[in-house]
Nanobody
Framework: QVHLVESGGGLVQAGGSLRLPCAAS????????MAWFRQAPGNEREFVAT????????YYTDSAKGRFTVSRDNAKNTVYLQMDSLKPEDTAVYYC?????????????????WGQGTQVTVSS
């Protein structure tokens, strides 16, 4: 079992930055692939970024490439999403997710554990 808690959301102006930590509790965090998803009102939940168990492999959706960075600190049981050059279309609830796999996963149904989400609002 893994319990995930996101934080760091808030209101930011376009062009600004936010860093979202996701703290995990439970056993064997370092063996999980982690990911960030987001869901805007009226939209389906969409994949943003993923990182493998070592942190050595990452993958981003096209809209996040070059602006967002996913990282993890296995000693602190925490995964991060650094978001720079934010745009109003990045406004959404951001969710952290964990999959009991050592390989990257890109689909929400591959993830067994989810946090409660944190709201990110980007004003124009």
């Amino acid at each position: 079992q893994v319990h995930l808690v996101e934080s760091g959301g808030g209101l930011v102006q376009a062009g600004g930055s936010l860093r979202l930590p996701c703290a995990a509790s439970g056993r064997s965090f370092s063996t999980y692939t982690m990911a960030w998803f987001r869901q805007a009102p009226g939209n389906e939940r969409e994949f943003v970024a993923t990182i493998n168990w070592t942190g050595g492999s990452t993958y981003y959706t096209d809209s996040a490439k070059g602006r967002f960075t996913v990282s993890r600190d296995n000693a602190k049981n925490t995964v991060y999403l650094q978001m720079d050059s934010l745009k109003p279309e990045d406004t959404a609830v951001y969710y952290c997710a964990a999959a009991s796999s050592r390989f990257l996963k890109f689909v929400s149904t591959d993830y067994e554990y989810w946090g409660q989400g944190t709201q990110v609002t980007v004003s124009s």
